[in-house]
Each structure stands twice: as structure tokens, then as C-alpha cells.
């Protein structure tokens, strides 16, 4: 895949926030400009508290920003209402998180299910299982299941509805080395097979190399963006 | 079923027996409104249907001799719409096989054709036949009481005459729904009832031919009854009237009206305590369920579910929840309904009761309930769904604990560390402590609002018929008597005292208030008959001036050295001023009380006496009545001990199926609280339980934390709900007040040791419930669970 793509899928400028907690400001991003393509994979690297989840969960319209502007295609993420959000998280982003956050009293098929009933062109829970390799796995409960299984259906429920960005906030954070290569290597293929534009988060330097563009971060700002010449293979990583 | 509907189910199923708790408040709240509107609905549509299709008369009088021409010129007053003119007497009875006294009041029945107002319903039989002088109808309950039938016959002394009659028929009439003997304020049938003769028969028996001595009138709409009773009386006054009363006043109504106001009263006061207690229940689960789910509704959100949608999920469950109580509720309500209808139905004798739950009045417990269930739980729902999903991903910001005042005030060094924590506990989430004490309050108080009605007759019996009326018997003469009466009494086998009284019927008067009932006057010194004040003691009857029932007081707004003007209604019927000399406390009735040599002063007559309260030795009642019995001039005898029973049956009825009721739900509202406010502290706190248990402490010390905080309140709760029980007593004994009879507010020790004992068992019963699950702690997992 070329690591290129036409056109910028989001144009973030000037991007700040700042948390209030109790009587201090925390500034989890102090003016963030970047520009993320189409069907690229990205790896947002950097030490803990540098940011990072802030920039992914505003970029998935699940937090708004203080100040700057984060255009989605033609869209200005923050004139959205809440109801824009909505239908924006519903109809374009899947996301994937550390501790999986899979619904307890739903089963893994309907764990997929809740997700693609409110889609408008969704995958079956069954095919989207099927492609992180769960198919022997449709009626287990999240208890059920091992860590890395949990992880692979919350990306089969990420992707089930086809989204255009996948957002995942350390996929692996939670996993050993192992089952870790096998989460990221279903993401890789997300990301190649159905050209979904892929954003993963982690501190883990090893994993960069499997991105097509790194963007190291630190104290709310990009410090420096790295373009890999060739991407390794999820299995390839030296952990 | 969609995914998310999949979640709530199984969310539901994982705390089902705190659904049920709720599910079984709400039961019980809608169960009660049902029962209690219900029956109040079908009583009052049957009350009305009753009166309309039996003609029942909205004005009535009594008076000595009128001739019937009267009857035109009371039919010419203004906004009058039909007169029914009537003989109507009180007589003895000899009934065959039952000793004891029994009178009845003698209606006549016009010669042809149905009365044109207080219609008969036949329940057996037939109406006498027009001049057979010796066939009569009677009241069903009387003829009921002693298994009469058609053909069935008895004596009754007739104007001094004795007289066999045939019974030809039972019936009811909306005039004499209760059946209760003049100057007493409970039915028993057996020994008073109703009769209904043909008007010619009768009337020749009190040389009434072509004359009457009872009215009643029907008015036009519209018409000021007010107005035809001032009419009425101007009319009536020159042949003995007795005064004209409306309806509010006549005896059968006034009680049935009585009955429905305290319905309608319990049937808001007790659904209402449900509806809060169901209210708050669902705000701490759901809330807790809410706060618990946080991230599970970040997840929602972040894949593109709405607030709406996340806030309907939640509030599917409470409809859920609600739902299995509504059903509950309107099964439980129909069948208690009936219930109640039945036992209305018995003491009222009405011809028809159609019970049915109306689609108004369970709409109505719906949405009552619906409303509480939402005001209990929206708030919460709503804050979460509408956290923003980047917020509610990150864990809660912890509780701040602080220490508690009963800290700070310098008993920290003798609490230990497990008490520091229940402190805290109670403290860092006072509102729902506050609430839990007084939802197990209400409880113990519901309690002895149930109860206090059984220590409150025992109470009454022994006053009103221990300490004040003690006598064996009381006589009533047919008419005012000479005072030397007395002595034939006296002279009476068995008899060893005699208390001459003379009653006579009154309107009082005190500004524009007034009151219709009666004087009545007692030698001083009696030792049968004493009056009493608020603390028991007995009080003198004033030589001048009159002592008024202290209710009656109140009535006519009174204190004690103010006049009131005093109408005499019978003989030629003076009205002067008296000053009230003190008040006395009654439960049964009201009166006015003078001594009898100044009443018959007042009366303008020489000594006189109207019957006699007698003591008797023992074993001499059978001779004595038999004796009685042959004594013309004796209308009624009443006998002690029967009153007693019918003062207990009456007050059994009507009360004690509340008790029962009572006492059943406050034990599900006391469950309810306590399970599931152990249910929650064991969720909100399992796993700072678990770490003590991984640092070494043992089952039984953390089961101290956990079910200490619980014990604290549930003993916070009692002595709460005690007093909130007293204060809830005296306030249903003010709304059943009235001149009738008023309830005083009386608990023995045992009763608050019943209500604490019920809320100490059901809070041991949940304590036990969840301390099972405390044991089956899994240290591992909940030390494992991602933060
Ligand atoms: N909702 C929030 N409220 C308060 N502070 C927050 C919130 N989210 C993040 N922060 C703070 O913002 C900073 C950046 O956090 P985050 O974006 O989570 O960092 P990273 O994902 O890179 O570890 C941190 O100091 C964090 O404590
Ligand atoms: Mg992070």
C-alpha cells in the first residue's frame, strides 16, 4: 500500500485542551498540528500523560477541544452538537480500547451485534468475527474469553460496521507479547484489507514499526513524525 | 431481541431479588390504592345508584300528631318535589325462643302501591297486603339475624297492645342502611330492627288516622335545603315537629359518608408511603446500577449510541421492574378489593355491589407509580447518559471520605478502625443513609398504624363502658314519665339500683354554629353513669349550667363560662341560654349533661324521667327481663354487655382487615429498604471488603463493617419510626373523628415491641442474605478487575 494517500481524511490546527481538575488546569495538548491521510496506518508514540488518549478521543468525537480546529473531511469536529457526535461516532469511527470494554451481560456475537443494529451498511457480527478468528467463539460471554479474545472482538466490533478511522487507544496494553502480535496483526489487516484509516496509540516503540508514519509525542505537542520506508509485519516485531 | 435489550434482560436477571424487593413495594402500593379507590368507587356509585332508584329522601322530620292536610301546604314550599308522610314509632318486640330485649322502629307502608320516597327493596316476599293489619315487612338483617321467613311470626307491643304480626316479607331501603337504635351508635341486628306496616293499621294503633308524625321530603334540583327545612319547620312547630334535618344528618347516611371520607383518606395516605419508599428503592439501585455501568455507557456512546437511547435502556428497566409490580398490583388490588367489598357489603346490606378495578382508578396507580418510578430515577440516568464518553471512561473520581463530627468531637480514640469506616460510610453518602432511616421508619411506624386500632378498642371498652356507662341494663320509657316511675323499678326482682335520667332532643346553638342532638340529666352522685374529664377523673354535674361533650364543644366552638343557646325540640319546646359549666371527655357520641332536677327545670316541667340505667345482681337478668317485658310503659331495654359486643364487632370489621393488610406490607416495605440497601453497601464496598479480607481479616470482621453500617441505621430507624408511627396514628385518629365517635391514639408497650421486633427480624433476614454472599467473596477476581 502506498504510504501516501490524496487527500487528508483529518486537518488538525492549533489543537489545545485543558482539563479542569479541582482548582488546577491540567493542559493535556498545548496547540497540536498534524494532518492524518486516507487509509494510512498511524502509530501515535509517547510517554504516559504526554496526551495522547486526548488527541485520539477528540479526533473520535468523544471529548471536544478547547481551542484549534479538528476538520474531519469537510466537517468541523468542534461546531458538532451533541447529536452531530453521535451520528458521526455511529456512522465513522470504531474504536478499540486497552481494557477491551466489552459489555459484560452480552455475548461476543452481541457484543458485535450492538454495534452493527445501529450501522447503516454493517458487516454480520458473524463475518466480522470471522476475520479476527473468533468464529469458534460467537456465544462466549467476555468472562469467557482470554484477554487477547476479548481484544479481537472489541476490533471485530470496531470494524463491523466498516468505519473509516479506527481508533485504538493501546490495543496491547493489557496483553503479553504474544496474543499482543496477534491483536495488532488483525489491526494490520483491517487496515490493508478494508483500507480503513488506523490510528494506534501505545508507548511501546517496537510496535512504530509497523505503522506507515510514527508521530512521536510529548507534554501535548507532536515532537517530531517519522515516515517508515517499509512497514514490518506484526509478526516481525521485536517486542 | 436486539443486543442491547439482550443486556438489559440479563442485567435485570443478575439483581432479581433486589427487582423483586422493588417489584413487591410497588405491588403493594398500587395493590392498596386499588383496593382502597376501588371499593370507595364501587361503594359511592352503588351508594348513589341506591338512593336515585329508591327514591332516598334528602329532608326528614319527627313530630307528634300532624293531620294529613298538612301534607298540601308542605308541598306548596318552594323547591319541594315529592312528601312522603308516615307513621313511624319505635316499639318492643317479643320474639319467640330469644329472651333478651329486642325493639324496632315501625314504618308505615302507604295502603297501595310503593312509597313514593325511601323505596323497598324485597328480598323476600311481598309488601303487606292492603288492610291486613297484622302482616309485616322486615329489614333483611333483622329477619336474617333470627332466621325469620315469610310466615314466620312474633309479638310487638303496639301502643301498650301486644299484637302478633306475619311476616310477608325481607327488604332493604337506603333509609336504614345501618339499622341502629336511637342513642346508640352501633347496628345489631338482633336486637333492633326494622318493620314496615300498612299506614292504616298502624296508624289506628297510635290514633294517627289521617294523621302522621314523620316527613319526608324530596327536593327540586337545585332547591336550598337549608331554605325547606326553615319552611318546614315554621310549618311543623304548632303539631310537636321535632326539628327538619337534611340528609347530612340522618343516621344511616351520616355513617355510610363516614366510612367512605376515611377510605378515601387511607387510600391516599398508604399508596402514597409506598410510591415514595418504591421511588427511592429505584433511585439507589438504578443509580448504583447506573454508576457501576459508566463505562459500559461510554462504550455505548463511543460506538454511536444516543443519550436518548442510553437513558431509555435504563429507564426499559425500571419500567420493567415497575411493570412486574403494576401486574402484581392490580391482581393484589382486585382480589383485597373484593375483599373489602365484601365485608362493606355484609355490614351494609346493600341490594347490589357490582366491585370492579375502573380503568380510572388503575390508570391512576399507574401512573402514580410510573411517576414516582421515574421521579426516583431519571435524575441519575440522565447525568450519565449525558457524561461526556471521554469523561466517563476514567474510573470515578474517588469518594472523598472525611472524618465524621462524631469524630471530631473527640471520640475518635475509642472508635476503632472498622467503626471509623462505617462512620464514613454513613457520612459520605448521607442522603441515601437519611433516606434509608426513614424508608425503615416508615415501616416500623406503617406498623402500628395498624395495630394501634386493637389497643385503641380495648382502650375505649374499658372507658366508655368500664368508667362511664357501668350499668347492667337501661330502661327507656315509651314516653316522658313521672319521676315516681323510678320506684316501680326499684321495686323490680334482682334490682339493686336505680339512676333515673330524663333525654331530651335539642338543637344547640353558638353563634352561627349548631348542632342537633340531646341533653340529658342524672341525679348527682350517680355511681352507674359519671362523667369524666380528658384525665379520667370524674366530674360533678353542675347544679346550674349544662356540661358539654368536649368534642361538641369544639363543634360549636366553645369554651367553658360562654352561653349557648339551647332549642328544645320536643314538648312545647323552649329555647333559652345556658352556660357551659365544663366539658367531659367521651369517645362514643356527644351530648349536653345537666342534673336532672335543673333539666326538668329548664323544661319548664314538674320531675320527669324518660328511663332509668339500673345495676342488677347476678343471675337475676332472665327473671328481670321477662318481668320488663310485661311492662307496658318499657320501650327498649338495652343490655351492657351486648353494646360491649356490639361496639367490638363494629370496630372488628371495619379495622381489623386493615391491620392485617398493615402489617403484611409494612414487613415487604421493611425488607424492601433493608435488603436492598445491603445489597448496595455490599456492591459500593466489595472491594474495599475483599482487601481487608487479603490483609488478613477474618469473615466475620468485615461481615461487621458491612452490617454494621446497616445495624446502626436500622437502630436509628426504630425509635424514628416509633414516634413517625405515633404521629401517623393520631393523625388517621383525626380524620375518623366525629360525633359519632372518636378514636383515641392508645399503644401498649407490647405493640412498639411487636413493630421494632418486626424491623429487627427483617433486618437480620437481609443481613443473613447478603452476608452468604459476603462469604463467597472472590478476593482474586475483584483485586484483578481492571480499575
Ligand atoms: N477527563 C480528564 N480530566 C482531567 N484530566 C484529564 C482528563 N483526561 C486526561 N487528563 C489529563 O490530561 C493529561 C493527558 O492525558 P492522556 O491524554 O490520557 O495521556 P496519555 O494517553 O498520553 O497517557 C494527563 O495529565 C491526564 O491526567
Ligand atoms: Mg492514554
Request: aromatic share 8%; net charge neutral.
Amino acid at each position: 500500500m502506498p504510504s501516501s494517500a490524496p487527500s487528508p481524511i483529518f486537518e488538525i490546527r492549533g489543537l489545545s485542551k485543558t482539563y479542569q481538575m479541582g482548582e488546577v488546569l491540567v493542559e493535556a495538548l498545548r496547540g497540536v498540528d498534524l494532518d492524518l491521510w486516507e487509509g494510512e496506518l498511524v502509530v501515535l508514540l509517547g510517554p504516559s500523560g504526554s496526551g495522547k488518549s486526548t488527541l485520539l478521543n477528540i479526533l473520535g468525537g468523544l471529548d471536544c477541544p478547547t481551542s484549534g480546529q479538528v476538520h474531519y473531511r469537510d466537517h468541523d469536529l468542534a461546531l458538532f452538537d451533541d447529536t452531530a457526535m453521535t451520528r458521526y461516532r455511529r456512522e465513522h469511527v470504531g474504536f478499540v480500547f486497552q481494557f477491551y470494554n466489552l459489555i459484560p451481560s452480552l455475548t461476543a456475537r452481541e457484543n458485535v451485534a450492538l454495534v452493527t443494529e445501529i450501522a447503516s451498511d454493517p458487516m454480520t457480527p458473524e463475518a466480522s468475527l470471522a476475520m479476527v478468528g473468533l468464529s469458534a467463539r460467537l456465544d462466549h460471554f467476555p468472562t469467557q474469553l482470554s484477554g487477547g479474545e476479548q481484544q479481537r472482538v472489541a476490533i471485530a466490533r470496531a470494524v463491523s460496521k466498516r468505519p473509516q478511522v479506527l481508533l485504538c487507544d493501546e490495543p496491547t496494553g493489557a496483553l503479553d507479547a504474544s496474543t499482543g502480535v496477534l491483536v495488532l496483526d488483525v489491526i494490520a489487516r483491517v487496515n490493508r484489507e478494508l483500507g480503513t484509516t488506523t490510528i494506534v496509540i501505545t508507548h511501546n516503540a517496537a510496535i512504530a514499526a509497523m505503522a506507515d508514519r510514527v508521530v512521536h509525542f510529548g507534554d501535548g505537542r507532536v515532537v517530531s513524525v517519522d515516515t517508515n520506508a517499509v512497514k514490518k509485519t506484526a509478526a516481525e516485531l521485536s517486542w | 431481541m436486539k443486543a442491547i435489550d439482550h443486556k438489559l434482560w440479563r442485567d435485570l436477571w443478575r439483581m432479581k431479588g433486589q427487582a423483586l424487593a422493588i417489584a413487591l413495594v410497588v405491588m403493594c402500593g398500587i395493590g392498596n390504592y386499588i383496593m382502597f379507590l376501588s371499593t370507595l368507587e364501587s361503594l359511592s356509585s352503588t351508594q348513589a345508584a341506591y338512593y336515585r332508584d329508591y327514591r332516598f329522601a334528602e329532608v326528614f322530620a319527627s313530630l307528634k300528631r300532624a293531620p294529613e292536610s298538612l301534607r298540601r301546604r308542605i308541598a306548596d314550599i318552594p323547591g319541594v318535589d315529592r312528601v312522603q308522610t308516615r307513621v313511624a314509632v319505635q316499639v318492643r318486640v317479643d320474639m319467640p325462643d330469644f329472651p333478651e330485649p329486642v325493639s324496632a322502629a315501625v314504618v308505615s307502608l302507604p295502603e297501595r302501591g310503593v312509597p313514593v320516597l325511601n323505596g323497598l327493596h324485597l328480598r323476600a316476599g311481598r309488601l303487606p297486603a292492603a288492610g291486613r293489619a297484622d302482616e309485616v315487612v322486615a329489614s333483611h338483617s333483622f329477619a336474617t339475624a333470627h332466621r325469620l321467613r315469610p310466615g314466620s311470626r312474633f309479638d310487638v307491643i303496639l301502643n301498650g297492645r301486644r299484637q302478633t304480626l306475619t311476616l310477608v316479607g325481607t327488604a332493604l331501603s337506603p333509609e336504614f342502611i345501618q339499622q341502629m337504635r336511637p342513642g346508640s351508635v352501633f347496628p345489631d341486628s338482633k336486637r333492633y330492627g326494622i318493620l314496615w306496616m300498612g299506614r292504616r293499621s298502624l296508624g289506628q294503633a297510635y290514633n294517627l288516622h289521617d294523621a302522621f308524625n314523620d316527613l319526608a321530603l324530596s327536593l327540586d334540583r337545585g332547591a336550598s335545603v337549608d331554605d325547606v327545612i326553615a319552611r318546614v319547620d315554621a310549618l311543623i312547630r304548632p303539631y310537636g315537629g321535632l326539628g327538619a334535618y337534611g340528609r347530612e344528618h340522618q343516621i344511616s347516611h351520616r355513617f355510610l359518608s363516614q366510612e367512605l371520607a376515611q377510605l378515601a383518606t387511607l387510600g391516599r395516605l398508604f399508596p402514597a408511603m409506598f410510591m415514595a419508599v418504591a421511588a427511592f428503592l429505584l433511585n439507589v439501585v438504578i443509580g448504583r446500577q447506573v454508576a457501576m455501568q459508566r463505562e459500559q455507557i461510554a462504550t455505548l456512546k463511543a460506538f454511536g449510541y444516543g443519550n436518548l437511547q442510553v437513558l431509555v435502556h435504563y429507564l426499559k428497566s425500571v419500567a420493567v421492574i415497575n411493570g412486574i409490580g403494576i401486574v402484581g398490583g392490580i391482581v393484589l388490588g382486585n382480589w383485597l378489593g373484593r375483599e373489602l367489598a365484601a365485608i362493606f357489603t355484609e355490614f351494609y346490606h346493600f341490594p347490589y355491589l357490582s366491585f370492579g378495578v375502573s380503568p380510572g382508578v388503575a390508570l391512576e396507580a399507574i401512573l402514580a407509580s410510573l411517576l414516582a418510578a421515574g421521579l426516583g430515577t431519571f435524575f441519575a440516568v440522565w447525568r450519565a447518559a449525558n457524561l461526556r464518553p471521554a469523561v466517563a471512561m476514567r474510573p470515578e473520581t474517588p469518594p472523598a471520605y472525611r472524618e465524621t463530627w462524631i469524630e471530631r468531637i473527640g471520640t475518635k480514640r475509642w472508635l476503632s478502625q472498622p467503626a471509623r469506616m462505617i462512620l464514613r460510610h454513613i457520612q459520605r453518602r448521607a442522603l441515601k443513609s437519611v433516606l434509608t432511616v426513614l424508608g425503615i421508619a416508615l415501616a416500623c411506624g406503617l406498623i402500628l398504624t395498624g395495630l394501634f386500632q386493637r389497643d385503641t378498642v380495648g382502650y375505649m371498652v374499658y372507658v366508655q363502658f368500664g368508667l362511664m356507662q357501668r350499668e347492667d341494663l337501661s330502661v327507656t320509657f315509651t314516653d316522658p314519665t313521672a319521676y315516681r316511675a323510678r320506684f316501680d323499678l326499684v321495686g323490680l326482682p334482682g334490682v339493686r339500683h336505680v339512676e333515673p335520667y330524663r333525654a331530651v332532643p335539642v338543637r344547640f346553638r353558638h353563634g352561627h354554629l349548631e348542632y342537633r342532638g340531646g341533653i340529658r340529666g342524672f341525679e348527682p352522685g350517680g355511681d352507674i353513669q359519671r362523667l369524666l374529664d380528658a384525665d379520667l377523673r370524674p366530674v360533678a354535674l353542675p347544679g346550674d349550667g349544662i356540661l358539654l361533650t368536649d368534642f361538641l364543644g369544639g363543634m360549636l366552638d366553645v369554651r367553658v363560662g360562654e352561653r349557648i343557646v339551647v332549642e328544645v325540640l320536643e314538648g312545647n319546646r323552649p329555647t333559652r341560654e345556658v352556660v357551659v359549666a365544663g366539658l367531659v371527655n367521651e369517645f362514643v357520641g356527644v351530648s349536653g349533661y345537666m342534673e336532672l332536677a335543673a333539666l326538668n327545670r329548664f323544661l319548664r316541667e314538674g320531675p320527669t324521667i324518660s328511663g332509668a340505667y339500673l345495676g342488677i345482681a347476678d343471675g337475676s337478668l332472665p327473671e328481670l327481663l321477662s318481668r320488663l317485658r310485661e311492662t307496658p310503659r318499657v320501650a327498649g331495654v338495652a343490655e351492657r354487655r351486648q353494646e360491649i359486643r356490639n361496639f367490638n364487632r363494629t370496630m372488628d370489621e371495619s379495622m381489623l382487615f386493615f391491620t392485617y393488610v398493615a402489617t403484611v406490607f409494612s414487613v415487604v416495605i421493611a425488607f424492601g429498604v433493608i435488603y436492598n440497601n445491603a445489597q448496595i453497601s455490599l456492591a459500593e464496598s466489595g472491594r474495599e471488603l475483599a482487601s481487608l479480607r487479603v490483609l488478613g481479616f477474618t469473615r466475620g470482621e468485615i461481615a461487621y463493617i458491612l452490617l454494621g453500617e446497616l445495624g446502626l441505621l436500622t437502630l436509628l430507624a426504630i425509635p424514628l419510626g416509633l414516634g413517625l408511627g405515633e404521629w401517623m396514628c393520631y393523625d388517621i385518629a383525626r380524620t375518623m373523628q366525629s360525633d359519632l365517635y372518636r378514636v383515641p391514639v392508645v399503644l401498649e408497650p407490647q405493640t412498639y415491641a411487636f413493630a421494632a421486633a418486626v424491623v429487627l427480624v427483617s433486618a437480620v433476614l437481609s443481613g443473613l442474605a447478603v452476608r452468604r454472599r459476603l462469604d463467597r467473596l472472590d478476593l482474586v477476581a475483584v483485586l484483578k478487575a481492571a480499575e
